[in-house]
């Protein structure tokens, strides 16, 4: 399906032809297209057109969104209208020139967006304080801007799997909950959904493809380059776990799709206390 003409997407020009590089992103875009299937992604393209806001950080998870969601465009196999969207958050030594350059030269419709929230984290966390909740708000909400100045439905994001399963034991072992990200979220306001395609698809995936295209990486040197995040720590378990278990992270993954209400203790998602015995049992 993927190379069976020579015509191909100018963001896939130069791919390896290597067997190894073939089934990494025969597997990403497949992974991608079921998670797009599974969760509804598409519900309402069979009313109208949607047009997708794809956000854009320059870092390997979000170039790997954009490659497969194109590539997936580009064979007819994804009908909506994509515009790739970077927001530059002020941050020094971000490295302006970089993502217009490359878009510009893909062919990727896009827009670039300057909003210094750098600043106003800076001013408000205070010195050994993580940024990552503040940062995170401030970055959302400049994109369903955006999104509902573009006529989007939808902003779309480049979060993976490992992603999702830090997620959920960070809520775990920190918020006293169980949650994680959801695949398709509707924002409060309701005019907006929040989609992740790639929830499916593994991070050591993302980065072997991105680092395989050369695809100009920006790093985050706000958030990125703290040190002790409890993000950075839940990884690191995982990582342990995964060492000693290989596949433990699928296995987990799945957990999540396999949730039973009946075996947990949340009285608001089961009624427990509506349980009847059989008497004459």
């Not at 963001?11 to 497949?30: D, M």
């Not at 929040?194 to 706000?222: K, Q």
Request: with cysteine; aromatic share 8%.
């Amino acid at each position: 399906m993927l190379d069976e003409t020579d015509e191909i997407h100018p963001l896939f020009h130069g791919a390896p032809r290597t067997t190894e590089f073939r089934k990494l992103r025969k597997r990403i875009v497949r992974q991608t297209r079921e998670a797009i299937e599974a969760f509804g992604m598409l519900a309402d393209a069979e009313v109208t057109r949607p047009k997708w806001l794809v956000c854009l950080s320059g870092g390997k998870d979000s170039y790997t969104l954009l490659a497969v969601l194109t590539e997936l465009q580009w064979r007819g196999l994804l009908p909506v209208d994509i515009l790739a969207c970077n927001l530059d958050q002020g941050q020094p030594g971000f490295p302006a020139t970089v993502l217009p350059e490359f878009l510009e030269r893909m062919g990727v419709p896009h827009r670039i967006e300057y909003a210094d929230t750098y600043s106003i984290v800076m001013d408000k966390i205070p010195q050994g304080r993580t940024f990552c909740a503040l940062c995170s708000r401030l970055r959302r909400g400049n994109l369903y801007r955006i999104a509902r100045e573009e006529g989007c439905s939808a902003v779309v994001l480049g979060h993976h799997r490992d992603d999702i399963l830090e997620t959920f034991f960070m809520n775990l072992f920190h918020g006293g909950r169980l949650a994680t990200m959801p695949p398709k979220l509707l924002n409060e306001d309701g005019d907006l959904f929040v989609l992740r395609p790639l929830a499916h698809v593994a991070e050591a995936d993302c980065e072997a493809f991105s680092r395989a295209m050369g695809y100009p990486i920006i790093p985050c040197d706000l958030c990125g380059s703290q040190d002790g995040l409890q993000r950075q720590q839940v990884k690191q378990i995982l990582d342990g776990w995964e060492k000693n278990s290989p596949g433990r992270r699928q296995v987990m993954f799945r957990a999540l799709t396999n949730a039973r209400p009946s075996h947990l203790l949340d009285p608001a998602l089961f009624d427990f206390a509506g349980l009847v015995r059989d008497a004459d049992s």
